[in-house]
């Protein structure tokens, strides 16, 4: 029955809290060495298994490629590893000796993370790595078509943690995932924080929860390749950045804004480099699985484009990587406006930069606020003033979105979760890391005294100034004034 499933998957939520709690209270006592060490050795044993987790996602989900898969494991093992391992999360993390202030770092507690379906093992490694290295424990609640994957780096990082020292369910997975479970994990008394990566309805759903969440919107992004960017290099950035596992990482490129004087020589520089521009009848037959209810069509989610023309009835060649149509509009009516998590790509055509720039807007404000737009360009004032107008939390230049946005090839906090601020309804606009899962304690040292209010003046007195310096009018009548002009000043 359909409410056992829930009833157990509910029990094994709350059982991991409980140990959650358990292991937080120890591991919160611990120095900075030990924690360190514990997320060495989470890290390593990442790195050890990112190729068999990579395998386990794509068999799994049907999502993406295995090599990609791949990459994404190794960029949380790695790379975020390398970004998190020197910053300070015990105790006093800085002095400022001028205004003689400490800051001292506490962690948050347990923390509850929700993982995707379409990065099911790099999320679980980069969430876990930084709620441990903050001192937390975390229970993990895996997207249910994704759920033996998760579970499995889950286990791996578990077991690494405790060879290094950390204590029993400090990393825990939910093995029968269900909504009531995930609900559960997120509204229960033990969980302080949420990190939720995940479809709009469960970013929301942690937003209500009434716990402290960090939550993603989606990734819409649009790209402006101005007249002055190196078009080839562009383009390679931009096809690797999109056809990067099947377009499954929501800081890909869903739309090229291109300005009309070198539509042409992009277009080109595309077909040589193994896009395909779809005509109006193929256009139509991808239009038409791209959206299910008004909704996107989980099928076409991470697939090839040979398996995205197969579903939609058209023949394309072997070796073509993406695929390409031209489009004028913009509204849920038009699909290939929105996003689509796949290796397809709209293509919009703007007289100028301020026609580029306004149709990018557009685009995000459809459905990608405050995530992230693209530029390729070479003039660093119109990077500038593009950037400006962007309600984007990240603006990546001259690099794939895929990799700017997420901090592979720019300088932006490594991290697999997103912000999009006030924009998109966030709580926060940064890439989410360690910083996000301490308190911050202040101790400071009085430096001045606090100066004291001036005594108001009492009419009596004021009275008095007026009448030795005033007119030849009788004290009456000078109390009589300065009780009216005060009491209109509110003093």
Sequence with gaps: MRMDIDLES????????????????????????????????????????SGRLASLAVEETGYGKVEDKLTKNLFSARDIYESVKDKKTVGIISRDDTNKVWEVAEPVGVVAGIIPSTNPTSTAIFKAIIAVKSRNAIVLSPHPAAAKCTKEAADILQQAAVQAGAPAGLISCISKPT?????ELMKHQVTKVILATGGSDMVKAAYSSGKPAYGVGPGNVPVFIHSSANIQQAVKQIIRSKTFDYGTICASEQALVVEKSIKRKVKQELENQGAYFLDDYEKKRIEGIILINGRLNPKIVGQSPQKLAELAGIAITDDCKLLVAEENNIGKAYPLSLEKLSPIL?????DNWQEASATCAQLLELGGLGHTAGIHCQDEAMIESFALEQQ?????????????????TTGIQPSMTLGCGS?????????ISVEHLLNIKRVAYGIREMEEAPAVPSYQQVANVVASNGPNISRDEIMDIVKTVLQELKL
């Design 179 to 183: 909504v009531a479970a995930a609900n």
């Design 346 to 350: 709209a293509f919009y055509v703007a």
């Design 10 to 49: 509910i029990q094994e939520a709350r059982n991991f809290l409980e140990q959650a709690q358990q292991a937080q209270q120890i591991i919160g006592k611990m120095s900075q060495h030990d924690i360190d060490q514990i997320v060495h050795g989470m890290a390593q044993a990442a790195l050890k298994e």
């Design 423 to 431: 924009y998109g309804n966030n709580i926060s606009s940064d890439n």
């Design 392 to 408: 984007a939390s990240r603006v990546v230049v001259n690099s794939g979105t895929t990799f700017g946005g997420i901090g592979a």
